[in-house]
């Protein structure tokens, strides 16, 4: 059973920065796909970055309104993902939820489900005030 520890976010003005992390454990496993995804009130998960984890590793896939702001670091040896979080906006403004699975359904992208990712880390808070 693979388990996510999230860690970082909080509150912050508009432009400023913050830092998400995320580390897996528990299962043995070469590779994995993880990813942020977030939610805003009332409205539905959405995709914000994702990379695979381990064996070749990957590259880092991000949704169009975080390009050129938000920027993924990975540790393949501590299978951990980190998002740098740049020039926030009030939009931004949101829970945020590591998430991970070992062959998500429709590709490690953003752009996949989040019902495609079966593990799921307890989420953090980012706040942007304008």
């Known amino acids: 059973q693979v388990r996510l520890v999230e860690s970082g976010g909080g509150s912050v003005q508009a432009g400023g920065s913050l830092r998400l992390s995320c580390a897996a454990s528990g299962s043995t496993f070469s590779r994995i796909c993880m990813g942020w995804f977030r939610q805003a009130p009332g409205k539905g998960r959405e995709g914000v970055a994702s990379s695979w984890i381990g064996g070749v590793g990957g590259f880092a896939l991000y949704a169009d309104s975080v390009k050129g702001r938000f920027t993924i670091s990975q540790d393949n040896a501590k299978k951990t993902l980190s998002l740098q979080m740049n020039s926030l906006k009030a939009e931004d403004t949101a829970m945020y939820y590591c998430?991970?699975?070992?062959?998500?359904?429709?590709?490690?992208?953003?752009?996949?489900?989040?019902?495609?990712?079966?593990?799921w880390g307890q989420g953090t808070q980012v706040t942007v005030s304008s």
């Open positions: 998430a991970a699975d070992l062959a998500p359904a429709g590709g490690c992208r953003p752009e996949s489900s989040s019902r495609d990712f079966r593990t």
